[in-house]
């Protein structure tokens, strides 16, 4: 049975429809994500299992039990709050205390599992200082520790490595992965970042105007996504505006209007003639001298228009016959040369034909 | 360095003009003179006199009585009303509770007579003045309130109910602390407004019951002895002790009104 299950939630504010309909289940010891572009409805849904905010439609369940009209004090759950909500005016010990304080635990017992979540998260050094003595990173691992301290079914995230650095925010979400993983507690994730999704998640949930456009495994999402809007949120890449030529079994062919056809594949049930979208990611394109390209299958000419050159990687943004530009991306691994072609160069993007994928209309 | 100067001297002018009358005030209060107009000697018989003045003594009794009175029941009044305004954000609030804040002493001072006159009957008295004290103090409370709520991060109270905590625990664990130099503030400028207020209380006392400030007045009308000086000068010192608790309770609070 899953841990927690939305059944068709549904809410508004005035006459917009932040969440639309949406149903969710999720497993225990899962490491859940709610991706999407601020204003989706990510943070609605968060709110409304924190219990916060009700439904105006719909049920929220907890091991089967519904949590309608159950205060957020009575929900066996925590949430780290963006600004992680930290009391200032409680010692780094005495926040991660309160939990424990409110289920009146015994002082013995609350002094044992405070220092056990302090040392969870590398703060064992630091019960008596008081949140404005600490950097931000760590201000993040007592919220965490606050959340995880009495052992909740389920730790709510709202975009909590928001306001940290670049570099701090990529420790932290290697030390979440470990956490959450020592503990063994359901997490549910909200950002609107799609490489920290990637990174953490087991599922992420891409939401978008209160809807869920595709609920998947990472890589699933990346390589497969469902739509135009998936393929563009998650990750880079490239939609060329196409229709169906040819539908086999698993063979199929496109015709990209101005640029020529394409070989790809696809398992679906596709009819000539329909109209969608071929998805490209730029690392899975090679950018090549236009001689060598001709007898590919896969391969449109064009002209480096610009190009960012990243140290690992290369971007190569490469002007196409119909005026679209198609950005690839190449690792600068072959050691002692960076770069392979400079702007103005006349070259050729190809790709294997299961490199990209069909996305209906 | 001449317009330095200028705004030196201006500045001495102007402090000058705050404190020198209430500095001969307190001088003269150890005047030995029946007059106020010369210097004869020092002496602080004013000040035994007064501890012998029964009428004098009974309205600082009430006039402890009620700022003491006023100031908690316009503190918690306040508080809740600057938590509201904070928290629900209705819009006319605010208006609704800082226009007494604004208004005229005197028009206060007459709408409060009538209202307890003639709408309400009520006999004039310990209980009217009271009623009016409260009235005055509570936007300064919630403006303070408010303020100090402003400046927070408001999560700290939903993460108290995430936590486990009942609404009354959420209060008393995180709200209360966290508002308390408010609540201090709040009360101390309350008991400051309260003790010294004459144009309110003027309207509202009635016939018998007398604060201190009426009772300085009464007394000037016949002349202005010594001993008028020294019950102004120990008013004085505990007005500015409040003043000065105030400030160091919470520092943010006469900033925020400035």
Request: with cysteine.
């Amino acid at each position: 049975m899953a841990l927690l299950e939305l059944k068709n939630i549904t809410r508004r504010f005035g006459a917009l429809e932040a969440v639309k309909d949406v149903s969710l289940s999720i497993a225990a010891g899962e490491f859940f994500t709610l991706l999407g572009p601020s204003g989706c409805g990510k943070t609605t849904i968060l709110r409304m299992i924190g219990g916060f905010d009700e439904p105006d439609a719909g049920d929220i369940l907890l091991d089967g039990k519904s949590l309608a009209g159950v205060p957020p004090e009575k929900r066996p759950l925590h949430t780290v709050f963006q600004s992680y909500a930290l009391f200032p005016h409680m010692s780094v010990a005495g926040n991660v205390a309160f939990p424990l304080e409110m289920a009146r635990l015994p002082a013995a017992e609350i002094k044992r599992r405070v220092a056990e979540a302090l040392s969870l998260v590398h703060l064992g050094d630091k019960a008596a200082q008081f949140p404005h003595e600490l950097s931000g990173g760590q201000r993040q691992r007592v919220a965490l520790a606050r959340g995880l301290v009495n052992k909740p079914r389920l730790l709510l995230l709202d975009e909590s490595l928001g306001a940290l650095d670049a570099k701090l925010r990529e420790e932290m979400q290697v030390e979440l992965i470990a956490i959450q993983r020592a503990v063994g507690i359901t997490f549910v994730f909200v950002t609107h970042a799609q490489d920290e999704a990637l990174a953490l998640s087991h599922r992420i949930a891409v939401m978008r105007d209160g809807r869920i456009e595709q609920c998947d495994e990472p890589d699933k999402l990346y390589t497969q996504p469902a739509n135009r809007f998936v393929a563009d949120f998650v990750g880079k890449i490239n939609l060329f505006d196409v229709e169906v030529l040819a539908a086999g079994k698993a063979a199929l062919k496109l015709a990209a209007p101005g640029l020529g056809e394409i070989a790809a594949s696809d398992p679906r049930p596709l009819r000539v003639g329909e109209r969608g979208a071929f998805a490209l990611r730029p690392e899975l394109i090679r950018i090549v001298d236009q001689k060598e390209a001709i007898e590919l299958k896969n391969r449109f000419f064009g002209r480096v228009k610009e190009l960012l050159y990243l140290g690992d990687v290369t971007l190569y943004k490469v002007e196409l016959a119909n005026g679209g530009v198609v950005e690839a991306l190449m690792t600068n691994a072959a050691p002692g040369r960076a770069l392979f072609h400079e702007v103005g160069d006349a070259v050729a993007v190809c790709w294997r034909h299961d490199a990209g994928v069909y996305l209906r209309n | 360095m001449k317009a330095r100067h200028w705004l030196w001297a201006a500045a001495l002018v102007t402090y000058a003009f705050f404190y020198l009358p209430l500095a001969v005030v307190v001088l003269f209060s150890f005047n030995d003179s029946q007059l106020n107009a010369q210097w004869v000697g020092f002496t602080t018989s004013w000040y035994a006199k007064l501890l012998h003045d029964d009428e004098m003594l009974g309205a600082a009794a009430n006039s402890l009585l009620i700022a003491l009175l006023s100031s908690t029941i316009a503190t918690v009044l306040g508080a809740m009303a600057g938590l509201a305004m904070q928290r629900y954000r209705v819009r006319f609030l605010p208006f609704l509770v800082l226009t007494p804040v604004a208004m005229p002493e005197i028009l206060l001072g007459v709408a409060l007579l009538l209202f307890f006159r003639q709408v309400l009957d009520l006999t004039l008295g310990l209980a009217s003045i009271l009623i009016a004290h409260v009235t005055f103090s509570i936007g300064f409370v919630a403006v303070i309130v408010r303020a100090r709520l402003s400046g927070m991060d408001e999560s700290v109270f939903e993460a108290a109910r995430d936590l486990g905590a009942s609404p009354w625990a959420a209060f008393r664990r995180v709200t209360l602390p966290l508002i308390l130099p408010a609540l201090v503030a709040g009360y101390l400028m309350s008991f400051t407004l309260s003790i010294d207020d004459f144009v309110i209380t003027f309207f509202v006392a009635g016939v018998g019951v007398t604060t201190l400030p009426l009772q300085i007045y009464s007394m000037i009308k016949v002349a202005v002895t010594p001993e008028v000086n020294a019950v102004s000068t120990l008013l004085m010192a505990v007005t500015l002790t409040l003043v000065f608790l105030a400030s160091r309770f919470a520092p943010d609070v006469l900033k925020a009104k400035a």
